[in-house]
């Protein structure tokens, strides 16, 4: 299959690009590079994607395109004269308390650039688009553990807003147009070529360097703490099953070609746990700084994987006990430490 990655060049996309390359997939990756976090990393990933290529003649198997997918003009000049099977939609903007900041960017990315590939999927006649949502369309939820069945209606940041009007968007469009959409609500993913403004990589190098750890809440927080490589693995089970035009209804309730899944651990771990363990991996121990929840966040999340489970199979197999450690080191390995 020739298949379109968008956010190519980031933490998750990158990883998908690995493995659908490795199993003889075509991959034509965009990303825009922006400077939310250091452009050199992204570029790196995308460095380790070429590498992993084994034969040097597989390499035209795989070419990226620096384009910003919020920008219909220029996302439809990359891909004019592309032939493209399938989707896989995880570019955007990314973080909860950065939409606090800059939340025109959310809804340029997240919801114009969501609606860009939308058309993409329409015109193209494409097999199967399977795109990036977020647990945090969950808000406030106080209902554990998180089921896709739960109304999602309130949320508690920009960010969140927009990763459930990317949901509504995709149900209009597998309504109108019979898209096969399938819509993955991530439960904090880490792990190798992570991202800096998250947790475990924040709380890595400020262990490292010996500087305070912001613990917000007082550390009573717990989440559904999710290994790349499972994530990886559950993207691609769903990219190969799109969802049927048949009437029946789906996960999440679309009676079109639309499912709705949580992708996670199927576990909720308590913060503290887990600065236990990047203190252990780490050889030093953490200076903590308590603090009060801030805006935006939520207490706990947890995944209910059982429609994914029945759906594809998924079974994570990756636990934070060696999860945290395997990014650890890889952490220290990139950074030369």
Same mark, same amino acid.
Not at 17 to 23: C, H, M, P, Q, T
Not at 121 to 150: C, K, T
Not at 173 to 197: E, K, Q, S
């Given at each position: ?7 190519? +060049? ?5 990883? $998908?690009?690995?493995?659908?390359? #490795?199993?003889? @997939? &075509? =991959? ?31 390499? +035209? ?5 620096? $384009?910003?997918?919020?920008?219909? #003009?220029?996302? @439809? &000049? =990359? ?259």
């Amino acid at each position: 299959m020739r298949i379109l990655v968008t956010g190519a +060049a980031g933490f998750i996309g990158s990883a $998908v690009s690995k493995v659908l390359l #490795a199993r003889g @997939d &075509s =991959v034509v990756g965009i990303d825009n590079l922006n400077d939310y976090y250091p452009v050199s990393l992204k570029r790196d990933r995308m460095a380790d994607v070429t590498a992993s290529i084994a034969h040097g003649a597989n390499t +035209a198997r795989y070419e990226t395109h620096i $384009v910003d997918f919020g920008d219909k #003009a220029a996302l @439809d &000049s =990359v891909l004019a004269n592309q032939e493209i099977d399938r989707i896989v939609h995880l570019g955007a903007q990314a973080g909860v308390r950065y939409s606090l900041e800059n939340p025109m960017a959310y809804a340029h990315s997240n919801i114009v650039g969501h609606l860009n590939l939308l058309e993409v999927a329409r015109h193209r006649q494409i097999e199967h688009m399977v795109y990036a949502s977020s647990s945090s369309v969950y808000g406030g939820n106080d209902r554990l553990p998180f089921s896709v069945a739960d109304r999602a209606d309130h949320p508690v940041s920009l960010y969140a807003a927009t990763k459930r009007a990317d949901e509504l968007m995709s149900e209009s469009y597998a309504h109108l147009f019979h898209i096969p959409l399938t819509g993955l609500r991530f439960f904090t993913v880490y792990g190798p070529w992570g991202r800096p403004d998250m947790m475990m990589w924040n709380f890595t190098r400020r262990i490292l360097a010996g500087e305070e750890l912001p613990v917000f809440n007082n550390g009573d927080m717990y989440r559904d703490f999710t290994y790349i490589d499972d994530i990886v693995s559950g993207i691609i089970a769903c990219l190969d099953n799109p969802p049927t035009d048949d009437g029946t209804e789906k996960a999440g309730g679309s009676r079109r070609p639309h499912a709705l899944y949580n992708i996670g651990n199927n576990r909720s771990e308590h913060l503290m746990k887990v600065i236990g363990l990047l203190e252990k991996a780490c050889g030093r121990k953490a200076q903590l700084k308590m603090l009060p929840m801030q805006p935006g966040d939520v207490h706990k999340t947890y995944a209910d994987i059982d429609a994914l489970t029945e759906a594809v199979g998924y079974q994570p197999t990756t636990s934070i006990e060696a999860g945290v450690p395997a990014f650890v080191q890889w952490y220290r390995a990139y950074h030369g430490i």
